[in-house]
C-alpha cells in the first residue's frame, strides 16, 4: 500500500509569481485536504476535495485554489504569492464513507520559501 | 466551532522522566480527539486517538492520553522518556461529521535531555 507522496519537496518562488503542489492519495482514498503549516504553528486547515469538488474551505482568500483528478490525486495553487506564504504545506488524504469522520493520513509536506 | 489549547510551547524532561504534554479543547458537540508527532522535516505521524471509546487510549511508542469531558482535557503521556521522543507534538480535535476537518493547537516542542 503505498502512502500519502507529495511533490516538491522544497521550493523557492519570489513575491507575486505562482506556484503549483502536488499530492497523490493513499491507495484507496477519495478524499484529500491541505493544511498550512507556518513556521512554529500548528497546521491550518485550506480546503478539502472529496470526488473533484471542494467539499469545504478554511479561512484563505480565494488565490489559494485547488483540483481534484478522477485518480483522487490533488493540486494547489497559490496565486500572486506573498511572503507569509512561506510554510510547510501538507496534504492528508482519508476514505470518506458516509457523514462519519475517517482517520487522514497525511504526507511529508513541501517546504515553500517565498522570497 | 472547536479549538485546541496546548499549555506550553516547549516541554523539557530528562531521559527517563515522566512526560506530560497538555491539551484541553473546546467542542460544542462530542469531540474527536487526536495527538500527532512531528519529527524535522517530516510530516505528520498518528501517534493515537480518541473516537468516543475507552476514555484511556494507548498509541505507538508508549504514549497514552485520557479523555476527561469534565475538565475538556486530552493530556498526553509517557511513563519514561527516552531520546528519541524529542519531537513536536500536536494535539488536534474534529467531529464526527462528514465534512471533518482537524483543527490543531499550536504545538508543544519536546526536549529530552541526558
Known amino acids: 500500500e503505498t502512502g500519502v507522496t507529495q511533490s516538491p519537496t522544497h521550493l523557492i518562488k519570489t513575491r507575486g509569481q505562482q506556484v503549483t503542489l502536488r499530492c497523490s492519495s493513499q491507495?484507496?482514498?477519495?478524499?484529500v485536504s491541505w493544511y498550512q503549516q507556518a513556521l512554529g504553528q500548528g497546521p491550518q486547515f485550506i480546503f478539502q476535495y472529496y470526488r473533484e469538488e471542494e467539499n469545504g474551505r478554511g479561512n484563505f482568500p480565494p488565490r489559494f485554489s485547488g483540483l481534484q483528478f478522477p485518480n483522487y490525486s490533488s493540486e494547489l495553487n497559490v496565486n500572486a504569492l506573498e511572503l507569509d506564504d512561506s510554510a510547510l504545506y501538507l496534504c492528508a488524504s482519508s476514505l470518506q464513507t458516509g457523514n462519519v469522520f475517517n482517520e487522514q493520513f497525511f504526507g511529508p509536506g513541501t517546504r515553500l520559501t517565498v522570497l | 466551532a472547536q479549538s485546541v489549547t496546548q499549555l506550553g510551547s516547549h516541554v523539557s524532561v530528562s531521559e527517563g522522566a515522566l512526560v506530560l504534554l497538555r491539551c484541553n479543547y473546546s467542542s460544542s458537540v462530542p469531540p474527536y480527539l487526536f495527538w500527532y508527532v512531528q519529527y524535522p522535516n517530516q510530516g505528520l505521524q498518528l501517534l493515537l486517538k480518541y473516537t468516543s471509546a475507552a476514555t484511556l487510549v494507548k498509541g505507538i511508542n508508549g504514549f497514552e492520553a485520557e479523555f476527561k469531558k469534565s475538565e475538556t482535557s486530552f493530556h498526553l503521556t509517557k511513563p519514561s522518556a527516552h531520546m528519541s521522543d524529542a519531537a513536536e507534538y500536536f494535539c488536534?480535535?474534529?467531529?464526527?461529521?462528514?465534512?471533518?476537518?482537524?483543527?490543531f493547537g499550536k504545538g508543544t516542542m519536546l526536549l529530552v535531555s541526558p
Open positions: 491507495s484507496g482514498h477519495n478524499t
Open positions: 488536534a480535535v474534529t467531529t464526527n461529521s462528514g465534512y471533518s476537518t482537524l483543527t
